[in-house]
């Protein structure tokens, strides 16, 4: 089963060119594209939402360095090089979360320094060949993480799933929701539960979206109701994907992923994280360490320009929870499954050279 989607980060042109973004903060109710076509306009899409999910991030930095490169392009040779530096570094601080915009900036950035001495179009070309392959490769490494997922799954499963970690979400098909369009493409029958994902409901707007899209079974709750429904015995597996993993296994992921592991332990039920290995930061051992995004109140207190609380109420907005590896059952990633515990898995699958990249 092919399921087919509107594209919703593309290179558009060669070099000079530009990025087409489907802007997200508008879905489920308008199809718009955003047009990118310098570097301050996408850190605006990803600090926006416009464009999220860890791997989409990652993706779309790729296709950010070659912007840099092209605002950069009539500079002279190492005042180019500078400003592409800089411009790359001030994308990389959008937002903190996601380990996959450092990771994909940082393949930019070898490509940058090994080309330094070549002509600064030649050099933005050669950018854009990495972020199609950045783009290429994260296609393939959805789709066998979601073979290799599905395989987890029982011939009928009801799902419960956070957040949005499909098609929007990534270059591909997904992460967590990768899984379950190859379970569905092999037969199986997929129930979602799909919690709303407060504040800002990537499940109500972009999960329930896609899914319908799809075909796929679809029921939406509010994030409080997941306990309820676990201790039901309504859910067979709890499927999430990640923003950051530590070393250990531990993980970050939408703020809310941390009380369902407690409630899929609680409740025995599996629950398993799916990510790829861009999602592994080896340079942190654990995850108190992984630095959490705050979001502004206003996403709490005034949604969708709604005032909903006393005006000048506090409200706390971590946009990011961290869960425990004893809490995860396994780890679905585009080289195989890591069953818990995990850590001496994760240190074989990142080798040396990945650790090396962590100590850079
Ligand atoms: O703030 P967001 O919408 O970018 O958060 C996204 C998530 O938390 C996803 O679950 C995560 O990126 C992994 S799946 C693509």
Redesign the pocket.
């Known amino acids: 089963m092919e399921i087919r989607f509107p594209a919703s980060i593309e290179w558009q042109g060669g070099v000079p060119g530009h990025l087409r973004l489907l802007d997200?903060t508008r879905l489920p109710h308008e199809e718009v594209y955003l047009e990118c076509r310098t570097v301050s306009s996408l850190e605006k899409a990803v600090r926006e939402?416009s464009v999220?999910?860890?791997?989409?991030?990652g993706v779309a930095a790729g296709y950010g360095a070659v912007l840099a490169a092209q605002e950069a392009l009539d500079r002279p040779g190492p005042a180019f090089l500078q400003e592409v530096r800089a411009l790359l570094d001030r994308l990389g601080r959008a937002?903190p979360?996601?380990v996959?915009l450092t990771w994909a900036l940082e393949r930019a950035r070898r490509v940058l320094e090994e080309k330094a001495a070549a002509p600064p179009r030649e050099i933005a070309a050669a950018l854009l060949e990495e972020a199609r392959g950045i783009h290429r490769e994260d296609r393939a490494v959805c789709r066998a993480m979601g073979e290799a997922g599905a395989a987890l799954l029982p011939r009928k499963a009801r799902v419960l799933t956070?957040?949005?970690?499909?098609f929007l979400?990534?270059g591909g098909e997904?992460?967590?929701?990768a899984v379950v369009y190859r379970a569905a493409a092999a037969g199986k029958e997929i129930r979602v539960f799909a919690d709303e994902?407060r504040p800002?409901w990537?499940g109500a707007r972009?999960t329930a979206w896609e899914l319908q899209r799809a075909g796929i079974p679809v029921t939406l709750l509010c994030d409080g109701a997941a306990g309820s429904l676990l201790a039901s015995g309504g859910v067979d597996a709890v499927l999430?994907?990640?923003?950051r993993i530590a070393r250990n296994g531990d993980f970050?992921?939408?703020?809310g992923?941390y009380p369902l592991a407690v409630l899929a332990n609680r409740h025995g039920v599996p629950f398993y994280v799916?990510?790829p290995l861009s999602?592994f930061d080896p340079s942190l051992p654990g995850g108190k360490e992984i630095p959490v995004?705050q979001r502004s109140p206003a996403e709490i207190l005034t949604p969708r320009g709604i005032q909903v609380a006393p005006e000048d109420v506090d409200a706390w907005n971590p946009?990011?929870d961290v869960t425990p590896a004893e809490l995860v059952t396994a780890v679905v990633t585009e080289k195989g499954v890591l069953s818990s515990p995990c850590e001496e898995g994760i240190a074989a699958l990142l080798g040396d050279g990945a650790g090396k990249r962590g100590e850079n």
Do not use: M
């Open positions: 997200q939402l999220r999910g860890a791997p989409a991030i937002r979360t996601a996959n956070h957040c949005n970690t499909g979400a990534t997904g992460t967590a929701l994902t800002l990537q972009l999430v994907g990640a923003d970050a992921n939408k703020i992923t799916v990510a999602t995004e946009a990011f």
